[in-house]
T-cell receptor
């Protein structure tokens, strides 16, 4: 497709389990971001990939969170030993170049029971 | 530390009237500002942006105003339409042209009543 896609669209998991969220970016878009939105709150920056540069991980809330991206392709966000406060919508965004607008995926709604 | 704030969680406006959404920021180094619109179950979509060298940018019914001395920006929608009902996020960035990340506000839910 032409847009950013994310999978799964919904994920329900038990506390303590690991989850992996996937983002399929727009082809050729160099920059990729992960955000999360907790209920009633704004978009919280998590991590940023730009080409082959070292990722900006300054927004990751704890060492249970990690993300990978190979080149300009798929990115995965992994949350280990999930906690209830991890429940949120996780959004991926692409940017064609550094000065362009971001295009968001539909998000993955994560619910940790 | 909330660098970008939208103090109104919701706003209700009559169709045809003006909607004014406000955003305040604390970091004077921000050099680029954007507004995004978000419908339920969808990702945010870009609406309009403004560079810190300007004080106004207009695109159809949407105008963004930037007041750097007050560290305040606003989005005006005129005339408002029911289809404008959504959550609006403002975002700011430092060094955006070199890949600076966006910092988002909490969002304002706009409801335009027919």
């Amino acid at each position: 497709g032409a847009g950013v896609s994310q999978s799964p669209s919904n994920k329900v998991t038990e506390k303590g389990k690991d989850v992996e969220l996937r983002c399929d970016p727009i082809s050729g878009h160099t920059a990729l971001y992960w955000y999360r939105q907790r209920l009633g709150q704004g978009l919280e920056f998590l991590i940023y990939f730009q080409g082959n540069s070292a990722p900006d991980k300054s927004g990751l809330p704890s060492d249970r969170f990690s993300a990978e991206r190979t080149g300009e392709s798929v990115s995965t966000l992994t949350i280990q030993r999930t906690q209830q406060e991890d429940s949120a919508v996780y959004l991926c965004a692409n940017q064609p170049g550094t000065a362009d607008t971001q295009y968001f995926g539909p998000g993955t709604r994560l619910t940790v029971l | 530390d909330q660098q970008v704030k939208q103090n109104s969680p919701s706003l209700s406006v009559q169709e045809g009237r003006i909607s004014i959404l406000n955003c305040d920021y604390t970091n004077s180094m921000f050099d680029y500002f954007l507004w995004y619109k978000k419908y339920p179950a969808e990702g945010p979509t870009f609406l309009i942006s403004i560079s810190s060298i300007k004080d106004k940018n207009e695109d159809g019914r949407f105008t963004v105003f930037l007041n750097k001395s007050a560290k305040h920006l606003s989005l005006h929608i005129v005339p408002s339409q029911p289809g404008d009902s959504a959550v609006y996020f403002c975002a700011a960035s430092y060094n955006y042209n070199q890949g600076g990340k966006l910092i988002f506000g909490q969002g304002t839910e706009l409801s335009v009543k027919p």
